[in-house]
């Protein structure tokens, strides 16, 4: 039995393989159990490995330092892919507001940890309070930039344990701050959900509209210049002029009395009804036996980086792409909008012409489910080369460098966002791109729980340990609840600020309990409205702050 021993202590490959499959096998497995309707989910495995460290089963440094590095590799570089295409356009109009307010949290939270150093006389070292910071928040690929930074200085220091600690209470403070906060405004959930049907959350999503063509101004005007009086994006998908059905052009004349189905953004929506006529309802339905409306999803790669108005579909097939459907959201068909692989666009047109631009489009969805990894591979490849870039700032002991964490994030959203015009398939699908995270994360997170394992019991009940609570209670509350009393004096809906909070903590159980309590998306959309500045900051402050001050 002599092989069993072997394996179970020595330190071959067949041994760390064994002990990353218990670990994050049972840490997954633990963490769907849910207390209070909110589960740890894969951040269980951190415990997990904790548990096992602690009983003295370990991994050989070399192979667990390359699996954790790795880990968080392709942790991050799925998360940039994932968020890239609504990485700029998130900073738009009200997203503003709350990428401000997740900014200001930020801010807050490095003020309160650099306080707690000097609170404590030292006795916190400012990498262990990065680490701690980083638990508060529950973010894990932070506290991945911080031990790279770590790394940079040739320092070793277990801040891991200040995350695994610190990491529970981040959990529950942020729950505590919701609650705090709707009792100090006196928030009723009823009059938040009249408030927010009361609004419209997306001024950019397209609507589907009827005009009837009731000024005389324009008459003999072309769709085209109507478009370049008002200064208005729409889409005209099928006109009805009395006679019949059309799809029309840039160059139909309008009569007064016809009619059209229009697509327009919400904030455009009363300018164009207003120039063109009056709104009215109209049964469409009944021209479906020669105009029809059809999603197809791009698959043809070489149509990847390619604007609607070249593809001259319009002029050629006589059908209107009217909506384009990407990363979850509804953009308008615009002819200088850029297509990409994976977009689900909506095409209106008689069934022969549709089957044609179906062709050239691909509509295939087998294509979707090949994964594309030369994209992947060459962006975690540029990724470093970037990360390993010296950015020399002043004052600084040794250059700063994006590393490990930060330079594949950076690449990754500019490669979700632009990689198209570099003919670079981006796309993957939901289940591949969470399947990478999940695999990533939950290497990440074994191995940072192995290796805390041996000192975290001895630690949790020492006067140390305390104190890490304490701060990573005070790091998680304090710019919470500032910038939740904040949002409440702008006008904020309570819903989506606790899931702008939800979002600057990049805390998913907090989202979970936010939807719970919210029969609507709003805190979903406030979540992923700041999630992806928020990952991006409190990645490269991480590094930061050790650089600066460690």
């Not at 209107?320 to 979850?328: A, E, K, L, Q």
């Not at 930060?406 to 979700?416: E, Q």
Request: hydrophobic residues 50%.
């Amino acid at each position: 039995m002599e092989w069993i021993t072997e394996l179970l202590t020595g330190n071959s490959i067949a041994h760390a393989v064994l002990i990353y499959a218990f670990v994050i096998a049972t840490g997954v497995l633990l963490g769907k159990i849910k207390v209070g309707g909110i589960s740890l989910g894969v951040t269980f495995v951190l415990f997990m490995g904790i548990l096992v460290g602690h009983f003295g089963f370990t991994v050989d440094h070399t192979i667990m330092h390359f699996i954790k590095e790795f880990g968080l590799i392709l942790f991050i570089f799925s998360i940039g892919l994932q968020v890239g295409p609504s990485f700029f356009t998130s900073f738009k109009k009200g997203g503003m507001m709350l990428n401000g307010l997740a900014c200001l949290l930020i801010l807050l939270g490095i003020g309160v940890t650099l306080s707690l150093f000097y609170v404590f006389h030292g006795d916190i070292s400012i990498p262990m309070l990065v680490g701690i910071m980083q638990g508060a928040v529950t973010n894990t690929p932070g506290l991945g930039a911080a031990q790279e930074a770590l790394n940079q200085l040739g320092r070793e220091e277990a801040i891991g344990l200040g995350y695994a600690v610190a990491y529970p209470m981040g959990v529950i403070g942020v729950l505590l701050t919701f609650i705090i906060l709707r009792a100090i405004f006196r928030i009723k959930l009823e009059k938040e959900e009249e408030s927010l049907k009361s609004q419209k959350e997306n001024h950019e999503t397209p609507n589907w509209i009827t005009i009837k063509v009731a000024n005389e101004s324009l008459v003999d005007c072309t769709l085209a210049q109507c478009q370049s009086m008002i200064r208005r994006q729409f889409i005209a998908s099928r006109l009805f002029n009395g006679k019949e059905v059309i799809i029309p052009s840039d160059d139909t004349h309008l009569a007064l009395g016809d009619i059209l189905s229009v697509i327009v953004n919400n904030d455009d929506e009363k300018a164009v009804t207003s120039f063109l006529g009056k709104k009215i309802d109209y049964v469409w339905e009944d021209s479906e036996n020669t105009m029809v409306s059809r999603r197809i999803v791009v698959t043809q790669s070489k149509i990847n980086g390619k604007t609607i108005g070249s593809l001259a579909f319009r002029t050629a097939y006589g059908v209107n792409i009217t909506r384009v459907h990407r990363s979850g959201i509804d953009l308008l068909a615009r002819p200088e909008l850029y297509l990409q692989v994976g977009d689900r666009v909506t095409v209106v047109g008689s069934l022969d012409a549709i089957a044609k631009v179906e062709k050239i489009l691909g509509n295939t969805l087998k294509r979707l489910n090949e994964p594309h990894l030369i994209t992947i591979f060459l962006g975690i490849f540029v990724g470093i080369l970037v990360g390993s870039i010296p950015i020399h700032f002043p004052n600084m002991p040794m250059p700063a460098k994006l590393g490990l964490a930060g330079g594949p994030l950076i690449v990754a959203i500019l490669l979700g966002r632009f990689g198209y015009r570099l003919k670079l398939i981006t796309y993957t699908t939901q289940s591949a791109n969470l399947m990478l995270r999940e695999m990533g994360i939950s290497l990440f997170l074994a191995s940072v729980g192995i290796s805390a394992g041996a000192g975290f019991v001895d630690t949790v009940v020492s006067p140390d340990g305390l104190r890490w609570i304490l701060s990573g209670v005070l790091i998680t509350m304090i710019p919470a609840l500032i910038v939740g009393v904040v949002g409440r004096l702008l006008k904020l809906n309570y819903f989506t600020l606790i899931g702008m909070i939800s979002g600057s903590c990049t805390n998913p159980p907090a989202l979970a309990y936010s939807g719970s309590i919210a029969n609507n998306d709003a805190p979903a959309v406030a979540y992923s409205t700041v999630y992806p500045l928020t990952m991006f900051l409190r990645i490269i402050c991480a590094q930061f702050i050790i650089l600066l001050f460690a």
